[in-house]
């Protein structure tokens, strides 16, 4: 894909997730990255996509990248002979999820700096905390990412993305994922994050903790109860949509999908966090990691007004 018509770049580990619902020993493959589902859910709401990674080259690795480029992203991999793809295993039940990643060594946490030779340049770059956690080198790739030694000229954003099981505990976390976020334009964080890393979730503390610049975006994550979104000074809103729930899985990077595309639309605050809302519903009614696509009239009515109309009114 030419680079002229490229809205976001994503890079990060995507593994194959096994994955069982309710004590079933069936299980079911999906492919599942924080990065990858973000360029997916960002491909379903009609952007252009990259995601950039390195996969072992076995047969989990051309699932990965059959599955996301059949979903319209353009997938930049290396496929590593040398080291396997990334694989967790999940049991979701009624009362939760729980996994175990089988990932150390793998093709991905052989990124480093030099994988952004073939990023190429796009309107946005997308990262998360998950890829410093995956070794040395993958760790100065998002620093070169966040720090614009790419000469990457767009926008950068950065998810917390605090996957406990990759570090030593909170405190090395937040010691490397701090700075990290100080320099991205827009930074995602989920409360239970927040408390875990920075032991608040007061969104004047977490600013200061998290934002360099006021008039960077700090977006605040409540799961259903809603989100909000500090930006240059002021404080935006809104709740979460009601939806029967079968996964949470993929939630936080659907709603990142949203409110990145509307952020590239140049929507208001209220309306950004209102299509992260609609995207990170969707994910959760379904076991993949990635909303179902949307109809093509479906998609056509998302608009800053109707989605305003839709919170506002009776369609809710
Ligand atoms: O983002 C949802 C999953 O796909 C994610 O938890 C898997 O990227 C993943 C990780 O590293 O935990």
Redesign the pocket.
């Known amino acids: 894909m030419p680079d002229s018509q490229l809205d976001v770049i994503t890079i ?4 194959v ?1 096994f994955v069982s619902r309710d004590g079933s020993t069936q299980y079911q493959a999906v492919a ?4 990858s ?1 973000v360029a997916i859910g960002l491909a379903r709401l009609g952007l252009s996509t990259r995601w950039v990674s390195r996969l072992g080259d076995d047969r989990l690795g051309s699932f990965i990248e059959s599955t996301v480029t059949g979903a319209g992203v353009d997938a930049a991999v290396v496929r590593d002979a040398e080291a396997p793809t990334g694989v ?1 295993v999940k049991h979701v039940s009624p009362t939760g999820s729980t996994g175990r ?1 089988y ?1 150390r060594g793998s093709a991905a946490s052989r990124l480093s700096a030099a994988d952004l030779d073939r990023a190429g340049s796009a309107r946005w770059m997308h990262v998360t905390g ?1 890829t410093p956690a995956l070794s040395p080198t993958a760790a100065a790739l998002v620093e070169a990412v966040l720090d614009r030694t790419t000469g990457h000229a767009g926008g950068v954003s950065f998810d917390v ?1 605090y ?1 406990p099981a ?1 570090w030593s505990g909170p405190d090395a976390a937040a010691a490397v994922l701090r700075p990290l976020a100080r320099q991205a334009d827009v930074v995602f964080v989920g409360d239970d994050e927040a408390e875990a890393l920075f032991g608040t979730t007061d969104f004047g503390e977490l600013a200061g903790i998290l934002l360099d610049d006021p008039q960077r975006q700090l977006v605040l994550k409540h799961g259903a109860a809603g989100a909000e979104v500090m930006s240059a000074g002021s404080l935006a809103r809104v709740p979460g949509l009601s939806v029967d729930a079968v996964d949470e ?2 939630a ?2 659907a709603f990142a999908a949203g409110y990145l595309a509307a952020n590239l639309a140049a929507w208001d605050p209220e309306d950004r966090l209102r299509l992260g809302h609609v995207m990170g519903s969707r994910v959760v009614q379904v076991i993949e ?1 990635v909303p179902p696509p949307f109809a093509d009239e479906e998609r056509a009515g998302l608009s800053p007004g109707s989605l305003a109309e839709w919170w506002n009114g009776s369609e809710r």
Not at 12 to 15: A, F, L, Q
Not at 32 to 35: L, N, Q, R, S
Request: charged content about 25%.
């Open positions: 990060g580990e995507t593994m997730a599942a990255g924080a990065e589902n967790m990643y990932r998950i993305n996957r990759l899985t993929g936080g990077d990691d």
